[in-house]
């Protein structure tokens, strides 16, 4: 019991998401994938959808999690574009700004 008192609150609201049921008789690698949509930004009726899928151990629940993935994969690509782009335009003010310091000091 003491390797599941860190994730009691998790387990409570993913147990009230209808997520997981019973956390001793599933596998606790289920904790881990339900982290992970939620970190890709997922919404809660999406991981419900990805975890109907995946209980219904078909191709075509493959296939539905598989397209949920991708969806949200692409997501996070145009996040770090985002990032990616507000991040040049931040070593250019800090270049700008050391050049003006070298021009001043001349």
Same mark, same amino acid.
């Given at each position: 019991m003491a390797e599941?008192?860190?994730?009691?609150e998790k387990i409570r609201k993913y147990q009230e998401n209808g997520w997981i049921?019973? *956390? #001793? $008789?599933?596998?606790?690698?289920?904790?881990?994938?339900i982290d992970l +949509?939620?970190?890709l930004g997922m919404e809660p009726e999406a991981v419900t959808e990805y975890l109907a899928a *995946? #209980? $219904?151990?078909?191709p075509a629940g493959r296939e539905r999690q598989v397209? +949920?993935?991708?969806?949200?994969r692409c997501r996070l690509l145009e996040q770090i574009h985002?990032?990616?782009?507000i991040l040049?335009?931040?070593?250019?003010?800090?270049?700008?700004l050391k050049k003006e310091e070298t021009v001043d000091e001349t």
């Open positions: 599941i008192e860190p994730y009691a049921r019973n *956390f #001793l $008789e599933e596998e606790p690698q289920k904790l881990e994938v +949509l939620i970190k *995946f #209980l $219904e151990y078909s397209r +949920l993935l991708r969806k949200y985002e990032k990616q782009q040049d335009q931040l070593d250019y003010y800090i270049s700008s």
